[in-house]
């Protein structure tokens, strides 16, 4: 199959990884000429579970530092929730991964190596299905011919509106800093510190580095002279290593992002034209679950067209099989994002407080439900059950991954669907 993929994020990437793996055609339109800026990202287990299921889960891994989640303390040292690092691991199936944008994007490039063409510097205007063939516009007046046109251009995305329109983003009253520090933090202190309308948080990174975000409500687009004086401003008095890693931090590697927010599209799709990652869904930022998300989307898309399913019953499997679970990724980040940034903010305090009512177990299951390695398990089982009737095979997780095994659906048996093992 022909695809045009408009857009290189994690989204577009991975679905691109997942295609050429399955010895499609692809060719990724970049509206930017450089893709390698941005900070770090924390994958969840669900994340890593869909990059198994497309073979890049491996080098993620290894690219990564892995660290264990949920833990989270108040602005003045105290634990809010220090839960026991093997209930976590329990719960969720396997450490997290974090690791820089660039070495994310560098493991997705290479993947899609050989059977993918990247045309960065080239934005795509407009998608359309025409005449049973899928056709994307570009900003030069040239037209691309496509079996299937992947819409992944993010909250901006001006694709979705082709089929979605009166999408608007709002801006959510908050914005955040991310950076990377040249030190190392004790990994006994990852997670979050949370204070009346701020969040800092502050992950370890391979090579002795640490991946640090800090959030506060602010005016939209406010511009600080000194971004790194404001943020270790905001910073002070705080507990370790939050003052430590802002100060190891080079200012020219801080980046400040408005946080934005918007309804999820109610198509996924349209003719031979589909949507993923923050195009379809962007969500806040408080749960860590947006590129995880767009991982899933795109293995469940590239799982559901394999084996040359028609396109149209393949499309509304994803769109059937995803549009519950992301909407409620998408309201659970909201719901954490009021809490922390409530006015008036002792509000903030309170609701974040309080949530040390809720018992380790029952957090952790809650935890798992959204960022465990079966919550993504579970989409895949419903993927294979939408295709009973194919010849179902074994997908083993290429790590030590106690997911269970899970089925993947793979009719044909030519050689890019071969079972693995
Ligand atoms: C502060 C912060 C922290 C976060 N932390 C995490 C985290 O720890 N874990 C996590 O999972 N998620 C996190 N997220 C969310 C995550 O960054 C996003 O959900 C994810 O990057 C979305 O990927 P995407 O590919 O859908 O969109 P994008 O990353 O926005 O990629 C879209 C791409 O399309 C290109 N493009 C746009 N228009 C066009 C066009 N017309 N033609 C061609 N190309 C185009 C853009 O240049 C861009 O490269 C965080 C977000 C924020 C703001």
Known sequence: MRVVVAGAGIAG????????????????????????????????????????????????????????????????????????????????????????????????????????????????????????????????????????????????????HGFNPGLAARYTGASAWRGIAETRIDPELAGQVLGPGVEFGAVPLPNGRTYWFASRRLPEGTIFDNEHAEVSRLGEGWPTPIGEVIAATPPESLMRTDLYDRSTARRWYDGRVVALGDAVHPMRPHLGQGGCQAIEDAAVLTGALRGGVPVGSALAVYQRIRRPRVRRVVMESRAVG???????????????????????????????????????????????????GGMAHQMHGPAAVPLRPVQTWCPRQDSNLRPRD
Do not use: K, Y
């Open 13 to 160: 990437l991975t679905a691109a990884a997942g295609f050429a793996r399955d010895g499609h055609d692809v060719t990724i339109l970049e509206r930017r000429l450089d893709t390698t800026s941005g900070t770090a990202i924390t994958l969840w287990p669900n994340a890593l579970a869909a990059l198994d299921a497309i073979d890049v889960g491996v080098d993620v891994r290894a690219a990564s530092e892995r660290v264990s989640g949920g833990a989270m303390r108040w602005c003045d040292g105290s634990w809010i929730r220090r839960p026991d690092r093997d209930a976590v691991l329990q719960a969720l199936g396997e450490p997290l991964s974090v690791l820089r944008r660039v070495d994310l994007t560098e493991v997705l490039t290479r993947a899609t190596a050989g059977a993918t063409r990247l045309r960065s510097g080239v934005a795509a205007v407009s998608a359309r299905t025409e005449r049973g063939r899928a056709i994307v516009g570009i900003a030069d007046g040239e037209d691309l011919d496509a079996d299937l046109v992947v819409v992944a251009d993010g909250i901006g995305s001006r694709l979705i």
């Open 338 to 388: 009021r809490a922390v940034s409530a006015r008036p903010v002792r509000l903030s305090g309170a609701a974040i407080r309080a949530s040390r009512a809720l018992p380790d177990a029952l957090m952790l299951r809650h935890l798992a439900s959204i960022a465990g390695s079966e919550a993504f398990a579970r989409q895949w089982r419903l993927l294979v059950r939408q295709h009973r």
